[in-house]
């Protein structure tokens, strides 16, 4: 069986950008780290506490997870 690779992409800068939030804002008002929602951010970090996922869901009051994450698959 062919495995495909997977791609997952988290989309803060792009809801940020939509919301007119700043990364600086956004940690004041979600109470992260600017480095942490920098690295999130910038898709640099390869795991995420679940602390942090629910505290931006929280902040940006999101209802999917597919508002955060994108997930491409190739082969």
Do not use: C, P
């Not at 803060?12 to 700043?22: P, V």
């Amino acid at each position: 069986m062919e495995q495909s690779n997977v791609k997952i992409t988290i989309k803060l800068k792009e809801l940020l950008n939509q919301r007119g939030i700043t990364q600086q804002e956004f940690a004041e008002m979600s109470g992260l780290r600017t480095a942490t929602i920098s690295e999130i951010a910038n898709n640099q970090r390869t795991s995420i506490n679940k602390k942090h996922l629910e505290t931006i869901i929280q902040t940006l009051d999101l209802s999917s997870m597919d508002e955060l994450l994108s997930i491409e698959k190739s082969k």
